[in-house]
């Protein structure tokens, strides 16, 4: 970890990744879709490779705007844990020792925190933080 937030410049953060968030939890919905999609276009005598072309190029077109997603989220420091959940932990420091401010969508301000190798089991209310 290279920076470290403090708890209002964190969940400003958030604001600017829940819709980043709620866009890759889409575009992963998608792909799932277009995998059946293709699986069911291919399994047919008459399959046609231009459609099934397009349907590739279109799930590749997905990937790549999930991919430039996460790379701006790295950019800022931010773990990714879970798209489907929109599961984040954000670096911070309490008392001088590293930490993860956790949020996930659904929540609205930041309000857990866990150490660096808890995990999202090890989740604390913030009022817990020594």
Avoid: F
Avoid at 94 to 114: M, S, V
Wanted: glycine share 6%; charged share 30%; net charge negative.
């Amino acid at each position: 970890m290279s920076n470290y937030y403090d708890l209002d410049s964190a969940n400003a953060r958030v604001a600017e990744l829940r819709p980043i968030l709620v866009a890759l939890r889409d575009a992963r919905d998608a792909i799932a879709d277009g995998q059946r999609r293709l699986t069911e276009l291919a399994s047919g005598d008459d399959a046609d490779p231009a459609l099934l072309a397009r349907e590739q190029e279109g799930m590749t077109v997905t990937v790549r705007s999930m991919e430039q997603a996460v790379r701006q989220i790295d950019t800022w420091d931010v773990a990714l844990r879970d798209i489907g959940t929109g599961l984040v932990d954000i670096p911070a420091l309490a008392n001088g020792r590293p930490i993860w401010l956790c949020w996930k969508l659904g929540e609205d301000d930041i309000a857990y925190w866990h150490e660096l190798d808890a995990g999202i089991a090890g989740r604390k209310p913030l009022i817990e933080l020594e």
